[in-house]
């Protein structure tokens, strides 16, 4: 009898922890159901699309920036010449042995003072002499850069550009060139020569020249102008 009693009371302690369960739920269930209508947490799908939106905004407005135009104002760089630096170097050095041979010429007609030693003394002054004005006559044509102001040049009929050459001892100088009086000559009497600027020569590399439409304006300047 001891036996039936206590299974009868386990039995009964067991309806009464499932029931007291059952109901802590349901009111937990109430409560959250006001909060979304569906009995959890409200979600970030339901309390973003309004913040959402304002972000989206704001990052679109951070990603496109305002237009800007095309070209800034002031001259820019709108040609560069194939190895700059190796020209100017080899210039540089062409010089540099020109003044060495001068300097050093006497000092053999002085260590050996004959015919033969003035000789080759004037032998290499001649030689220095003459490599540096060789290759200065070949180089001077040669245009390092060439410069454009897009802002008040862009829509004239005549623009004028800036064009950087090598002086005698290689250093930079600029020459204010009018498109008009470029001109290229028909027949090839100089090297590293396509152009003319009334009468200075200039080497441009034409591939080279990355705004070819502003190339075309500048070399049909002086026909456009003529008419």
């Known amino acids: 009898m001891s036996l039936v009693r206590a ?3 386990v039995s009964l302690w ?9 109901l802590l739920c349901g009111s937990y269930g109430d409560r959250g159901a006001g909060l979304n209508g569906r009995g959890s947490v409200p ?3 339901d309390i973003g699309p309004r913040f959402s939106s304002a972000a989206n905004e704001d990052e679109q ?3 496109d920036p305002p237009e800007q135009s095309q070209h800034e104002p002031g001259p820019q760089v709108v040609y560069e010449g194939p190895f700059p630096g190796a020209v100017r170097g080899t210039k540089i ?4 042995s020109c003044f060495l041979t001068t300097v050093g010429s006497p000092l053999l007609a002085i260590g050996e003072p004959s015919v033969r030693g003035f000789g080759l003394a004037i032998v290499f002054m001649l030689f220095g002499f003459g490599t540096t004005s060789a290759l200065h006559y070949l180089v001077k044509p040669y245009v390092r850069r060439i410069s454009f102001d897009y802002a008040s040049q862009g829509h004239a009929v005549n623009p004028q550009f800036g064009v950087e050459r090598l002086s005698f001892f290689g250093r930079s100088k600029w020459t204010t060139v009018r498109a008009a009086e470029l001109e290229q000559p028909t027949k090839q009497l100089r090297p590293m020569c396509n152009l003319y600027a009334g009468k200075v020569p200039l080497f441009v590399e034409f591939d080279l020249f990355e705004d070819k439409q502003l190339l075309k304006t500048l070399l049909s300047a002086r026909t456009v102008a003529s008419s």
């Open 7 to 9: 299974l009868r009371a």
């Open 14 to 22: 067991q309806r009464l922890t499932r029931s007291s369960t059952t």
């Open 43 to 45: 979600s970030r799908s």
């Open 61 to 63: 407005a951070v990603l």
């Open 93 to 96: 050095l062409s010089v540099s």
